[in-house]
């Protein structure tokens, strides 16, 4: 089992910055065998899409809304996924889960509220 614990959070106005946060923890064996860590998000009415996702190697994949607005990165020291948002539109208000894949599992955490006011 996987445990993850987001933060980072919060009420922004357009055109400003968050960095969100998730620390994975578990057993041992599940934690070195993490590979892919990710956010996804979801708006109201919508379904979860994921938004950016590193692998342990660090390539990065983005989803096109988001592509040179935000940066995702990882401390695998520390079990750390990162996401640093820039430039905030209205239309990224959601709540964003963290989610990591064991060669076994997914995991998500329980989401955090962005949101961002015009």
């Known amino acids: 089992q996987v445990q993850l614990v987001e933060s980072g959070g919060g009420l922004v106005q357009a055109g400003g910055s968050l960095r969100l946060s998730c620390a994975a923890s578990?057993?041992?064996?599940?934690?070195?065998?993490?590979?892919?860590m990710g956010w996804y998000r979801q708006a109201p009415g919508k379904q979860r899409e994921l938004v950016a996702d590193?692998?342990?190697?660090?390539?990065?994949n983005y989803a096109d809304s988001v592509k040179g607005r935000f940066t995702i990165s990882r401390d695998n020291a520390k079990i750390t996924v990162y996401l640093q948002m820039n430039s905030l539109e209205p239309e990224d208000t959601a709540v964003y889960y963290c989610?990591?894949?064991?060669?076994?599992?997914?995991?998500w955490g329980q989401g955090t509220q962005v949101t961002v006011s015009s």
């Open positions: 578990g057993s041992s064996g599940s934690i070195f065998s993490i590979n892919t």
């Open positions: 590193i692998t342990r190697r660090g390539s990065t």
């Open positions: 989610n990591v894949h064991t060669y076994v599992a997914g995991f």
